[in-house]
């Protein structure tokens, strides 16, 4: 039985009507893991809901149409990753006043995107592909497990928050879902900034999400913070009305 329907690689694969789309395919196994449930998609930190879409089967494509052109040129420059003095690939700042009209939707979208270009690209140049290429954090839960710690004095929950940390600091891609933390605690929003700051310094691509015009992200963190994101981001905004529930 084809498992198509259940492989992110299904519309670019010249296999997946055929028997040869199986459990036993490498490309699936590495992808999502034998049993469907880990591989790099799983390793990439996405809530389970999203982890097949891509931009082209993405609920919000329809009612986003002219973010999607947008994403789609954005998309195709992740070839870059592979060679050695190209231009850097800028990171993006999807933004609304309304939430449920696509912005997490079109975030993990465009990150599923950069872990296919990064398995397929490393596979056609003999490369190892990376075992994590891209790294989904939600702030609000990240927030609530950072109080959570602090409030129980948990060292061992402190040790994950830490490794959260470096761990999306250093990913090769980023999604910073929802990162308007105005009511966050001193401490935890140098968390973030410290996230944030190492990956504009470093040029690391990243797609940001928020309720926030991007010009609020200096007061969320600070004014020079708020210019390198600004320098390295497209922004994007996004409108309409919920389409919550339609996925």
């Excluded at 609304?96 to 079109?106: C, D, L």
């Excluded at 927030?143 to 250093?170: P, S």
Aim: aromatic share 10%; net charge positive; hydrophobic share 35%.
């Amino acid at each position: 039985m084809s498992h198509a329907n259940n492989c992110i690689l299904s519309s670019r694969c010249k296999l997946a009507s055929s028997a040869q789309c199986n459990r036993q395919c490498s490309a699936y196994i590495s992808l999502h893991g034998y049993s469907g449930k880990g591989g790099r998609i799983a390793n990439a930190g996405a809530p389970d809901d999203y982890k097949l879409l891509t931009l082209k089967n993405s609920p919000a494509r329809e009612s986003q149409a002219k973010i999607y052109a947008t994403l789609e040129k954005y998309c195709s420059t992740f070839e870059r990753q592979f060679d050695e003095g190209a231009s850097r690939i800028k990171s993006i700042y999807m933004w609304s006043e309304s939430p449920g009209n696509g912005k997490t939707t079109s975030a993990i979208s465009v990150m599923n995107e950069w872990i296919i270009a990064s398995y397929l690209g490393a596979l056609r140049r003999n490369r190892q592909p990376s075992q994590v290429p891209a790294v989904f954090l939600d702030t609000n839960n990240f927030q609530t497990d950072y109080n959570l710690a602090t409030m129980t004095n948990d060292d061992a929950e402190m040790a994950k928050i830490r490794a959260t940390i470096q761990r999306t600091q250093t990913a090769p891609f980023a999604v910073l879902d929802d990162i308007g933390v105005r009511s966050a605690s001193e401490a935890f929003r140098s968390y973030v900034h410290a996230i944030v700051n190492y990956r504009t310094a470093n040029g690391l691509p990243t797609v940001f999400t928020s309720n926030l015009p991007i010009e609020e992200m200096a007061v969320v963190f600070d004014a020079r913070l708020y210019d390198r994101m600004r320098d390295m981001c497209a922004v994007l905004h996004f409108s309409g009305n919920s389409f919550r529930g339609r996925r």
